[in-house]
């Protein structure tokens, strides 16, 4: 039997299989076609202070391998998560992440320390990378100062397992990682989507209702692994990693270059068991390579 026991900072996880934030909604839409027990971890969707309505549509469109969104964060806020999601998903045996945003550091924080209060949520992942929020998001993704501002102060109110889910918008992600290591990131996820447009040739406009948006799916799949693999040489902490991962074939590439885990998110759009069938795929090719543990894969490249 192959162990797929992987574990990020005090985060136990039974395998490295996770949800992508904002692809598997609060994990409960999919309870009645997958065992959510079985996932490694479901990152719930994105988590604001206040509440947000998101962008205006047309805010999704499909692309060439993969797909462009503007959703723009629209959530009920964390007052609504902690009082509603929260009681219908803390007995659920499996590890639940909630990704939080904002739109300054003390609007971080102070969404963080309210979930630090629920005593069945193991750890947050810190969105500083979204390329869709004007007012926050991506201005501190994209320089070392920021990310560290944003870090440092969630750090000084939240308790446990902080992951920060970085933006491939940069120079040097190596550099934005050992930032938010620095200031007591306990793990790194990356990579969240490269910023992309679509137009309608026929209206003469962009298809998106901001004119930009992130584009995820198989079309970014080797900039990840190359991002993945490069934080993994720069940093001491574990490395998360996602971005266009279809199959159990590419999530071993994942962990070869160097990621603990694994997020699995446009896919989820596709088929809503891939969870099940990257999960199984692995275990599989790890049978068959002689491994014992899946721990002997990560970062061999």
């Known amino acids: 039997m192959v162990d797929l026991n992987v574990r990020i900072n005090q985060l136990q996880l039974s395998n490295p299989v996770m949800t992508a934030s904002g692809t598997f909604g609060y994990g409960l839409e999919f309870q009645d076609l997958v065992p959510l027990e ?15 309505q998101g962008n205006d549509y047309p805010r ?9 969104n503007c959703v723009g964060l629209q959530n009920k806020g964390v007052d609504y998560f902690c009082e509603h999601i929260y009681p219908q998903i803390k007995d659920i045996n499996t590890n639940f992440i909630v990704n939080v945003s904002g739109s300054s550091p003390d609007n971080y924080a102070a969404c963080a320390a309210r979930v630090d209060a629920l005593d069945h949520i193991p750890a947050i992942e810190l969105n500083i990378s979204c390329p869709n929020v004007k007012d926050g998001g991506m201005a501190f ?19 446990k397992t902080l992951i920060v889910k970085l933006s491939p918008n940069v120079t040097h992600i190596a550099d934005i990682a050992r930032a938010c290591e620095s200031e007591g990131a306990d793990a790194v996820s990356l990579i969240n989507t490269l910023m992309g447009m679509a137009i309608d040739i026929e209206r003469r406009r962009p298809k998106l209702s901001i004119r930009t948006g992130g584009l995820s799916g198989p079309a970014v799949k080797s900039v990840a692994v190359r991002m993945v693999n490069e934080v993994f040489h720069a940093v001491k902490i574990p490395v998360i990693g996602l971005g266009g991962i279809m199959t159990a074939e590419d999530a071993i590439e994942f962990m070869m270059a160097g990621a603990s885990a694994i997020e699995i998110g446009t896919a989820n759009f596709v088929d809503p068991t891939v969870t099940m069938k990257v999960k199984q795929g692995m275990t599989d090719w790890l049978e068959r390579h002689g491994c014992k543990s899946v721990r002997e894969i990560v970062g061999v490249v």
């Open 60 to 68: 999704m469109v499909e692309t060439a391998q993969g797909m462009l």
């Open 38 to 52: 079985e996932i490694g971890a479901i990152i719930v969707k994105g988590t604001t202070q206040a509440p947000r």
């Open 141 to 159: 993704g994209v320089t070392c100062e920021g990310a560290a501002s944003v870090v440092r102060a969630v750090r000084q109110v939240y308790h």
